[in-house]
């Protein structure tokens, strides 16, 4: 096969791989955004709670803690895929269109390089508190199904590097995606 053929697939696999997991992606940062909503209405009946019945939630600090955890990691493959995260394009900007892709590339073989070793960090850490269904010291909310979510997202996130690299939708060179 020639590099252009092989170029091709590549592209064609890349934006399968996209349009597959798209949907997938949007329905987590959804998932995000309602655990952020969450957080402002838990913290606003605490609040009320505390200043007119004198007894605020005993659990909120615990129960919004682990919602800002999900809300990021639920957020996190989607602003991956679009290349919506903060970047630092200063350098970048500057070289050309050819010297970017390979910036491009090799940053999202760093970021899936990332995923892959804190996937591998957060596998035994679920496992130790699925075996011994560890909770919350005050809610007694059972901690595996909150830690679930960062190995789901790490490994989604990296998929996200790789076929946003692939695809060449990595907007390095022009800050969009």
Same mark, same amino acid.
């Given at each position: 096969?020639?590099?252009?053929?092989?170029?091709?697939?590549?592209?064609?696999?890349?934006?399968?791989?996209?349009?597959?997991?798209?949907?997938?992606?949007?329905?987590?940062? +959804?998932?995000?955004?309602?655990?952020?909503?969450?957080? +402002?209405?838990?913290?606003?009946?605490?609040?009320?709670?505390?200043?007119?019945?004198?007894?605020?939630?005993?659990?909120?600090?615990?129960?919004?803690?682990?919602?800002?955890?999900?809300?990021?990691?639920?957020?996190?493959?989607?602003?991956?895929?679009?290349?919506?995260? +903060?970047? +630092?394009?200063?350098?970048?900007?500057?070289?050309?269109?050819?010297?970017?892709?390979?910036?491009?590339?090799?940053?999202?073989?760093?970021?899936?390089?990332?995923?892959?070793?804190?996937?591998?960090?957060?596998?035994?850490?679920?496992?130790?508190?699925?075996?011994?269904?560890?909770?919350?010291?005050?809610?007694?909310?059972?901690?595996?199904?909150?830690?679930?979510?960062?190995?789901?997202?790490?490994?989604?996130?990296?998929?996200?590097?790789?076929?946003?690299?692939?695809?060449?939708?990595?907007?390095?060179?022009?800050?969009?995606?």
């Amino acid at each position: 096969m020639s590099e252009r053929k092989i170029k091709r697939r590549r592209l064609a696999i890349a934006n399968r791989i996209e349009r597959l997991l798209a949907p997938v992606f949007v329905a987590m940062a +959804v998932l995000a955004a309602l655990a952020g909503g969450a957080i +402002v209405v838990l913290i606003g009946a605490s609040v009320t709670m505390r200043y007119f019945a004198f007894a605020p939630f005993r659990f909120t600090e615990e129960l919004v803690g682990l919602l800002m955890t999900a809300a990021f990691f639920l957020a996190l493959p989607l602003a991956t895929l679009r290349a919506e995260h +903060v970047r +630092v394009l200063v350098l970048v900007s500057a070289l050309p269109d050819r010297a970017a892709r390979s910036v491009s590339i090799l940053a999202a073989l760093f970021g899936a390089a990332f995923c892959l070793w804190f996937l591998a960090l957060c596998l035994p850490w679920l496992d130790f508190a699925f075996d011994r269904n560890i909770k919350t010291e005050v809610g007694r909310l059972l901690m595996y199904p909150w830690m679930a979510l960062l190995p789901v997202s790490m490994a989604l996130s990296m998929v996200a590097f790789l076929a946003g690299s692939a695809s060449g939708n990595g907007g390095w060179k022009t800050g969009q995606s």
